[in-house]
């Protein structure tokens, strides 16, 4: 009998958006691989039935998006550590046992796009400014503290998530006011932006970045535009700049690894086919 082509897809609600059919969809081709990737729009209430089906008709493993990440949880039978102490999951594999397994990879990917947008980055010459305390921040916060930044200097525009995220990951985290989020940028070797500001239809960012450091790192998870002001600015002052982009690009590559067998590389065909 012949065995037919695996499956993965994305679910979240919408899912038009995701960028995720076009990362994996040029790594299957790339490689010659039998399979797809598909886009799946999944409601709240149809998120446990739909997830329990997946594996009885091919699927391999998904990709959970917005608004889904912290309800998948509920739904699988195992949890990675990360995705435990992270909240969340966005990576799912279909055991042959019929377990349902979920990681988080967000952290992985974040680090990953660092390293390789500015290879000379050192996690330990000195604390991380985070911008945001929302679900993208739980999981930066968790992936720097791992790669051993000695601190980390949190402001958000409500400062009582930014205080409950410092409750649960620890006393390595300082809380400053969003009024004062500029003035923290001056110690920083690197500096993050988790907050959708900046972002297409989105406010722009507007702390003020005179304090940045010019042999600081300075990063934003938003891609849509790919060089946001925030990231303008910084690069204008000196810092080493790195999208967005990456991020999404490098938290694919676990998932696609334990689904097709392969560990695809993150280059610029792969950009170029995304931003295409």
């Given amino acids: 009998m012949i065995k037919p082509p695996p499956l993965a897809g994305v679910i979240g609600n919408p899912i038009g958006h995701s960028k995720s059919p076009k990362v994996h969809g040029h790594w299957l081709r790339r490689y010659g691989i039998r399979g797809q990737y598909l886009p799946l729009h999944v409601t709240d209430q149809d998120l446990e039935q739909v997830i329990r089906a997946l594996p009885k008709m091919g699927f391999v493993g998904a990709n959970v998006t917005i608004p889904?990440?912290?309800?998948?949880?509920?739904?699988?039978?195992?949890?990675?550590?990360r995705a435990i102490l992270i909240g969340a999951a966005n990576t799912l594999i279909?055991?042959?046992?019929?377990?349902?397994?979920?990681?988080?990879?967000?952290?992985?990917?974040?680090?990953?796009?660092?390293?390789?947008?500015?290879?000379?980055?050192?996690?330990?010459?000195g604390p991380a400014a985070v911008l945001g305390a929302g679900g993208a921040a739980r999981a930066i916060i968790v992936a720097l503290a791992d790669a051993g930044v000695p601190e980390i200097l949190l402001s958000n525009r409500t400062r009582p998530k930014a205080e409950a995220l410092r409750a649960e990951f620890g006393t390595r985290i300082n809380v400053v006011d969003w009024v004062q989020a500029g003035n923290m940028l001056e110690d920083a070797t690197t500096v993050v932006n988790t907050t959708s500001l900046g972002m297409t239809g989105q406010p722009e960012l507007r702390v003020p970045?005179?304090?940045?450091?010019?042999?600081?790192?300075?990063?934003?998870?938003?891609?849509?535009?790919?060089?946001?002001q925030f990231l303008a600015q910084a690069e204008a002052m000196g810092c080493t700049v790195v999208d967005g982009l990456g991020m999404l690009l490098h938290q694919a590559v676990p998932g696609f690894e334990r689904w097709f067998g392969l560990r695809p590389e993150v280059d610029d065909a792969l950009r170029k086919a995304v931003l295409g």
């Fill in 209 to 228: 970045l005179d304090g940045l450091r010019p042999d600081a790192v300075v990063t934003d998870i938003v891609y849509s535009p790919l060089r946001t």
């Fill in 68 to 81: 889904h990440k912290t309800s998948t949880l509920q739904i699988a039978d195992q949890l990675t550590d």
């Fill in 94 to 125: 279909f055991r042959e046992d019929g377990k349902i397994y979920a990681d988080n990879t967000d952290g992985y990917g974040f680090i990953a796009n660092l390293k390789q947008g500015a290879p000379h980055w050192n996690p330990k010459s």
